[in-house]
C-alpha cells in the first residue's frame, strides 16, 4: 500500500512537472514512478512502523499554502514599505516531530515560506535564519515560525 501511494504522488509531480497528457508521457510517467517506487522503497514495513496517510499529506496542502500566502504578504509589506523593522537573525527551534521524514518536510515547508530558511537540522533542533525575528526564546520563536504545520505533519 505505501509503494502505491507513493507511486500516485510521483505520478502527479511528473504530470505536473511535464504538463502533457499525451501517452507516450503518461506511460513514461508512470514507469518511471514505479521504478523510482521499486527501487526505493522496502517491500514491507518494519514492526511497529506506522505508514504514512496520503488524505492526511493532501489535508497538509491547504495548511502549507495558507503559511506560504501569508509569509508572501509579509515579505511584500516590508519590500514595499521600508520603514518596516528588519530584524534578522538565527534562532533554534525545537519541534515534537520525531520520525526524520516528518523532520524533512516541516524543514522544507519552513524554507519554502518567504523570510525563513532552516539552516541545520540537529536531532529535534532547527537552527532558522528568520528575516523578522520577533523572539529569540526557543518555545515561543518556534509556536511562530511552525504555527499549525507540525501539528498537521504529525497526522500524516
Do not use: C
Not at 4 to 17: D, S
Not at 37 to 55: F, K
Not at 73 to 94: E, H, Q, T
Not at 139 to 154: F, H, L, P, S, Y
Request: net charge neutral.
Amino acid at each position: 500500500m505505501q509503494r502505491l501511494q507513493w507511486g500516485f504522488v510521483l505520478f502527479l509531480i511528473w504530470l505536473g512537472l511535464t504538463g502533457s497528457a499525451d501517452i507516450q508521457e503518461l506511460m513514461a510517467g508512470a514507469a518511471i514512478a514505479a521504478a523510482v517506487v521499486w527501487l526505493a522503497i522496502p517491500g514491507g514495513n518494519r514492526a511497529g512502523e506506522r505508514l504514512w496517510s496520503l488524505p492526511r499529506l493532501i489535508a497538509y496542502v491547504p495548511i502549507f499554502l495558507k503559511n506560504l500566502i501569508l509569509a508572501n504578504l509579509d515579505v511584500a509589506r516590508r519590500v514595499l514599505d521600508p520603514r518596516l523593522p528588519i530584524n534578522p537573525g538565527i534562532v533554534r527551534i525545537r519541534t515534537d516531530l520525531t520520525a526524520p521524514y516528518q523532520r524533512l518536510i516541516l524543514a522544507n515547508s519552513i524554507t519554502l515560506t518567504p523570510g525563513t530558511i532552516t539552516l541545520e537540522m540537529d536531532g529535534q533542533d532547527m537552527y532558522i535564519h528568520w528575516l523578522d525575528v520577533q523572539d529569540a526564546d526557543p518555545q515561543r520563536a518556534g509556536a511562530a515560525i511552525k504555527t499549525d504545520m507540525e501539528a498537521a505533519i504529525a497526522r500524516i
